[in-house]
């Protein structure tokens, strides 16, 4: 009886493994693993200052005004920095130091300055007959190289003072009110139209000359309503 029972055992088990062996059953070790990688997104951000800044009134022929726009990088990452100084033209008789006026009257800028070191003029200036203004383009950089600024850094002032124009009397412009506008942008320093095909982990080799950084730039076309771009208006009023 008992080898009954050990016969119907060993039968079942036989089965059993005739199953599992038919099924194609099998045990293996496995595991899972994933990784999430965390990346924080940088930010360009500008401040356009002018601490000695300090209204006149009622300007005079050849007067120099304390003005001087500077930029703070307030952002994250480093910076390439440029600025627009738009001003105002008329058509107008100027007089030299000596006091000889010029023979005929000129289409001439109301306000000249010196341009400090560090900055470069880009491009041709930009004349608008409908508004009667110059725009003129700086990059804070060399003619070849842009030149990075680090975040909480600034630049240097693109200029410290404005003279204005030494006009003959009777031009029309006494009792006007002129303005001197600047806009300021900037653009992230790495990875600009770097032209790659493929990847190869290297983030500076990306556009440094200043007039291939300012074409990427405007064609992003900055507003006021983002953070690559501040303004600054100047008003500036001619005594009678």
Known sequence: MQNKKRMKTMIAATAMIGVLAIGGISAYFTDGDTATNTFTVGKVSIDLQEPNWNPPKDITPNQEIKKDPQIKNDGINDAYIFMKVTVPYDNITVVAGDGTKAAAKADTELFSYDVKSGWIEIGTPVKDTNNKTVTHLYAYGTATQMTAVAANQKTGTL???????????????????????????????????????????????????????????????PTTTVSVKEEANSDIKQGN
């Open 159 to 221: 200029f410290d003072w404005v003279k204005f124009v030494n006009a003959r009397e009777d031009e029309g412009l006494e009792g006007t009110t002129k303005n001197i506008k600047i806009d300021a942008y900037a653009i992230q320093t790495q990875n600009i139209n770097d032209g790659k095909t493929k990847l190869d982990g290297i983030n500076s080799d990306g556009k440094v000359k200043p007039t291939d950084v300012w074409a990427v730039l405007e064609r992003q076309n």
